[in-house]
Each structure stands twice: as C-alpha cells, then as structure tokens.
C-alpha cells in the first residue's frame, strides 16, 4: 500500500516536470520570450549583421591584396623600370620594389590568416567575431592597398597590363588551382545549407556557389594562350638584343656591359644616345650624369645639367663604374670576383662610335635611340647629321645598324640606303611601306597577337622590349615573335624551350577531367554532409531536455522504491 501511494506520489512530480519542461521549449520554439529576452535578440540580431558586414569587408580585402601581389609577382619583369620612374621623380636612387614586396607580403599573410580562421568558423556553424584589434588591422590594409593602387597606377598605369598578358601564360594553371579551391570549399557550403533552417537561405547559398562552380566549369572557352598549339608549328626561338647591353653584370651603357652581353651570343646591341655639347654621340639614359657617373664629385656645381651639355672631354674624365658597385641595382655585386669588380670600377662613358666598331668586330646588329639636345644647345638642329656621320664613319655595315630617329629620315635613307629603317611607334602598315620601315621596336605590352601576326605576314620584323623574364620570354616564342630587346640576355639564354607547350586535345582532355573529378567530389561531399547533418538533427534539443528528465525522473523512482521496501523491513 505504502508502495504503490509512493510510486503515484513520484509519477505525479514527474508529470509535473515535464510539463515544465515543454513549457520551456514551446516557449522557447514560439518565441513567448520576455521584454529583456527581446531586447537580447534584438541586440543580438544588431550584432550578427555588424559582424556579416566586417566578414564581407575582410573578404574584399583578401580579394584586393590577392590581385596586388599577383601585379607585383608578375611585375618583376619590369623592376628596374619601376626604380628608374622613381629616380626621374626623387632625383635619388633606391629599389623601391623591396618596401612595396615586404609591406605587401606582411598584409597579405595577415590577412590570409584571418581569411582561413574565418573558413574554420563557418566549418562548426559558427559566426566569425572580430575583436577591434583585427578590425583596424583590416581597415588599414584595405586603405593602404587601395591608395597604393591608385599610386601605382597614376604613375606607372601601362603595367596593369602585364596582369593581362601574364594570364595568357598562367591562365590554364591558375583555372585549375581556382577550381581546387572552390571544390575545397564544397564542404563548408554543404554544412551551411545542412544546417540552415530556412529554404530561401538555402536556395540562396546553392545558387551563388553552383553559379561560381559552373562559370569555372566552362571558364575555359574564354582561355586564349599562344602555347596551346601543336609543337609542329612552334617557331624559331627569338634572337635576343642586349638592352644596355648586359647591365645586371656590368654598369648600363658601358663597353664592360657590351662585351658580357655578347658573351652570352646575343645577336645585337642596344643603347640610349644623346648628343654632347662638342657634338660627339655618346651612351646615356638619363637626362643627367647624377646616377651613373661620379659627377657630383667632379663637377659638383653642374651636376643638376643636362648631360648634354658637357662636351666629351668632360664626359671623358668620370667615372661610369663605381655607382653599380655602390647601389647594386639588381643584387648581383655580391657574386662578382675581385677582378671583375675592378673591371667594374673603372668604367669610362662610352661613345656611340665605341659601340658601333664593337657591334661591327663581333658581327652583331646595333640598335640605339637617339634623345634631342635642348634648344640652347650648339648642335639642336643637326644632331641627325651627327649621328649619321658617325654611323658611316665607324666602319660598321650600314645592314648591321637598325636606325630608329624619325626626324629626316628621308635624307637618311637616302644618304644611308643600307640602314635598317625601324620604328618606335605603332604605326599602321601603309605607313610603314611607305617610309620604307622593315622593323617595328614597341615595348611587349603594345604588340597584340594580332599585331604580331599582321608584322610577320607583311615581312616587318618585330623586336619587343624589355623582355627579362623566362615566362615572357617563353610566351613571345610561341607567339611567334622574331626578336626580343632584353636586360638579362644571360637568363633568356638558357631557356632552350618554352617553358610549357600543349596541343588544344592534350588541353581539352585535362580541362573535361579536371571539372568531372570536382564535379563527383562535390556531389560526394553534398550527400555525406546531408547524411551526417540529419542524423545529427534526429536529437533536437526538446527531446534531449525531456529525455534528461524522464532519466531524473527514473532514477527518483526507483530510489524511493529502496527506501521504502528498506524501511518496511521489521528492525
């Protein structure tokens, strides 16, 4: 009797507790929250989109510096080009690269190391809390990287193009790499649209990735590289033409700089030539002597001249050696000899005619532009005839010289009918014929593939500059390019192949395999995560708390049972 009026008496507090705890939960699932409960969710709700929108902010950014360090990756070709833009503007020497590259790759690891911490939160269903510290840090990465940008491309706009061409060599294998990673991703997204509760934020999710996963799918159709060809048609490889000569092994322009060229068989030489002011041809880049001589130790008070107006004498007496060994513009001083840095240190200005009866010795094409003296200068007016007369008069076979100045080129063909005429600007091909031009030197960004089909067809051969860089290189052999001006003729010579070459069947077979692998890793990782998601679902939390309870409630139970069959017992 006892026991049963025991057992009803723990029956009854165990109803009661269940219906306290799915009073909870339907409260709780039908939102009977409270005033403050309210205004928890509210603040709650204010926070997740706050916390949406740095996850958006820290996404753009990640974007932004990917794009920026691929420029400068690919930029390399063009370093030097980029330090002289900055002399011209600070009037001082320095590698500007290395501050840009460190900054650039400090920010981008930065913010990488967020980006994945941010993967792994969404990976457990959780949202991606950053702490304020993290927010300035992403808020002066995307300012700086944006003002850099703007920089950049204020000053030396034209290299947003070596992005462009630099896909049409890397675009197959940066397809593929794209491809890995939004397939890596599949398992994320899948947990997402596992998870979610509502339908509309499910359709949502699965259209905006399936739309990537197809638009990489077919991406493909879009890819246009020269090296996709069939390896019967390749051509010859392009003669290089030493730009400055050799001058990451020797100083610009000097004779020291010619002479490694042409060890490493380039077929010609490249120079900057300006006027002096006895009116004498010499090899000068810059408007004045400051960088590459020692003239602001000679010559102190003129060091701000125009070189030009320093006659040869002068020119004569400076040193044009000692300035590499002292700002090492490509980082290769630490490799040199005793001997060959006493060969360095002791460099003269050269002159035009110098460098011609080199040119003529070895057998190798010369190829100069020819800057204008100023109008005060004694020889403003006939600085052609300056420089045709030391062409003729160097010795050197007019068919060796490619002669670049637009100005009077009438007379000079006339006076010089063995010149290679060449121009320095894109001009159509009426034009050319009728000025008798056979060779075109544009820099490697303003010469499409069109254009360089358009120069073969017609026999007007083309030379691009500067090409420095086996990738580039490779890309304008298969391009069928005939001629490259370089400054690093001692790395393009040992690139005897490009550096990849595959028929459009051998291509079309690795794209269709590549996009049928992600296509059944997808759909695999899409089934095992809705598997694993709904059998995690079967244990909603109502049944777990009311399960807790009926456990609690067994265990009272069978505890009051002892106690009475116990205390029943006669003593």
């Known amino acids: 009797m006892l026991l049963r ?5 723990v029956v009854r507090e165990t109803k009661i507790k269940l219906e306290a ?9 039908k939102g009977g929250l409270s005033h403050n409960t309210w205004e928890t969710t509210s603040v709650s709700k204010e926070s997740v989109g706050w916390e949406c929108l740095w996850s958006f902010i820290l996404f753009c950014t990640f974007s932004l510096l990917l794009v920026w360090l691929y420029f400068w990756w690919e ?36 913010i990488a190391f967020l980006m994945i911490l941010a993967l792994c939160h969404v990976a457990v269903g959780q949202q991606l809390n950053l702490h304020w510290l ?95 060809m069939e390896r019967g048609s390749l051509k010859a490889a392009p003669t290089i033409i030493g730009h400055h000569g050799a001058p990451m092994l020797a100083p610009e322009n000097s004779l020291l700089s010619f002479n490694r060229a042409l060890q490493r068989n380039v077929s010609g030489l490249e120079a900057d030539v300006t006027i002096s002011l006895d009116g004498v041809p010499f090899l000068m880049r810059d ?29 004569s007496s400076l040193n044009a050696g000692q300035w590499f060994l002292k700002d090492d513009p490509f980082w290769t001083v630490q490799y040199m000899s005793t001997s060959e840095r006493w060969s360095v240190e002791n460099q003269t200005v050269c002159s035009l005619e110098q460098m011609l009866k080199l040119a003529a010795r070895s057998k190798s094409s010369a190829l100069f532009t020819l800057r204008r003296p100023p109008p005060n200068h004694p020889h403003h007016h006939d600085w052609v005839n300056l420089s045709l007369d030391t062409v003729l008069r160097s010795g050197i076979p007019q068919r060796q010289v490619m002669w670049t100045v637009d100005s009077n080129r009438e007379m000079v063909r006339k006076a010089a009918p063995g010149l290679q005429q060449t121009s320095v600007q894109k001009l159509p091909l009426d034009t050319l014929h009728h000025k008798g031009i056979s060779r075109v030197l544009l820099r490697y960004n303003q010469a499409s593939a069109q254009d360089i089909r358009l ?8 030379t691009l500059h500067s090409v420095n860089k086996p990738w580039l290189y490779s890309l304008l052999w298969c391009s069928g390019v005939p001629s490259v001006s370089s400054e690093a003729p ?72 002892e106690k009475l069959i116990f205390s029943g017992q006669p003593q």
């Open 287 to 315: 408007r004045t002597l400051r960088r590459t001589t020692n003239v602001r130790r000679v010559f102190p008070e003129r060091q701000y001249d125009d070189a030009s107006l320093f006659n040869w004498t002068d020119l």
């Open 5 to 9: 009026r025991a057992g009803e008496m």
């Open 490 to 561: 001692q790395v393009l010579r040992k690139v005897h192949y490009p550096l990849w070459l595959m028929s459009p069947d051998e291509y079309c077979l690795i794209w269709i395999s590549t996009d049928l692998i992600s296509f059944a890793v997808v759909l695999g990782i899409f089934i095992f995560q809705k598997w694993r998601m709904s059998g995690m679902r079967s244990y909603n939390p109502e049944q777990i708390m009311l399960s807790a309870a009926v456990r609690r409630a067994s265990r009272d139970v069978n505890i009051m049972k």
């Open 455 to 462: 120069y073969n067809e017609n026999n007007i051969s083309l």
């Open 134 to 228: 993290h927010k300035i840090g992403v808020t002066a990465a995307l300012l700086t990287t944006i003002i850099s940008v703007i920089s950049v491309t204020q000053m030396w706009g034209e290299e947003w193009d070596v992005v462009w061409i630099s896909l049409r060599a890397t675009g197959p294998f940066l397809h593929i790499g794209a491809l890995a990673a939004v397939t890596a991703l599949a398992w994320l997204m899948a947990g997402q649209v596992a998870r979610a509760e509502k339908t509309r934020f499910q359709l949502m999710v699965l259209l905006v990735y399936l739309s990537v996963l197809l638009t990489l799918y077919f991406i493909p159709l879009s890819i246009t590289s020269p090296c996709i």
């Open 21 to 29: 705890y799915q009073y909870r939960c339907m409260s709780i699932m």
């Open 75 to 110: 930029a390399h070709n063009d370093y030097s080009e980029f330090n002289w833009f900055l002399y011209n503007r600070s009037g001082e020497w320095s590698d500007g690269t290395v501050p840009i590259l460190a900054a650039t790759a400090a920010g981008f690891t930065y």
